[in-house]
């Protein structure tokens, strides 16, 4: 007889949406602790989430504090998203509002992932702060979602992955979109990305 699994890996999946389009996300500025409306677009890209998880049946629903996030939740039909300021975005201290272009004049070669971001978060204290995220989804009965932002839920899946955040570099994720991390047998796995 096979070994029990865990009790985590009877969750089945993690949903994750990242906010829809804002004027920062359009112009490629960091946009960690700014908390900026969504464009037009973006709140018609939210309420598209609906049809796509209106079947669903969610035993956590969670979104950042950021408006940008608790809006999209809002428009996709989660409007009592529970707020978890651990899914907050990256606080990018100086370079809040600043292009990856812009601070490379001055670092060149810098990526969130790697380099040295003055006044904001380490990728060790993301990590942490996510990590109290999935022991909550993992604490929970039934499927999780979650809204949050780029660079947060890329980190997010490289931890679930039982990866460094650094390896979220590898995850793009656009505005409005919908991923999925989830097990086969135990191990965590990436089922949908960037969809």
């Not at 990526?111 to 040295?116: H, K, L």
């Not at 995850?171 to 991923?179: F, H, P, R, V, Y």
């Amino acid at each position: 007889m096979p070994a029990a699994l865990p009790n985590w890996a009877a969750m089945t999946d993690l949903y994750l949406v990242r906010h829809g389009a804002t004027e920062w996300s359009i112009a490629g500025r960091h946009t960690g602790t700014t908390d900026l409306p969504l464009l037009p677009e973006g709140e018609d890209t939210a309420r598209a989430l609906t049809e796509r998880l209106r079947d669903a049946d969610f035993g956590l629903v969670l979104t950042s504090p950021r408006q940008r996030a608790r809006r999209t939740a809002e428009l996709a039909g989660f409007p009592d998203a529970v707020v978890d300021d651990d899914l907050a975005e990256w606080d990018y201290g100086d370079y809040e509002g600043v292009t990856t272009e812009a601070i490379r004049e001055k670092d060149p070669g810098w990526t969130i992932w790697s380099g040295v971001t003055p006044g904001g978060e380490t990728p060790e204290q993301v990590g942490d702060r996510l990590d109290r995220v999935i022991e909550r989804v993992r604490a929970t009965h039934g499927d999780a979602l979650v809204f949050g932002h780029g660079h947060a839920l890329r980190a997010l899946a490289a931890r679930w992955l039982g990866l460094p955040v650094a390896e979220g570099r590898l995850l793009k994720l656009d505005t409005a979109t919908l991923s999925v991390l989830g097990f086969e047998r135990e191990q965590p796995v990436v089922l949908r990305w960037n969809s």
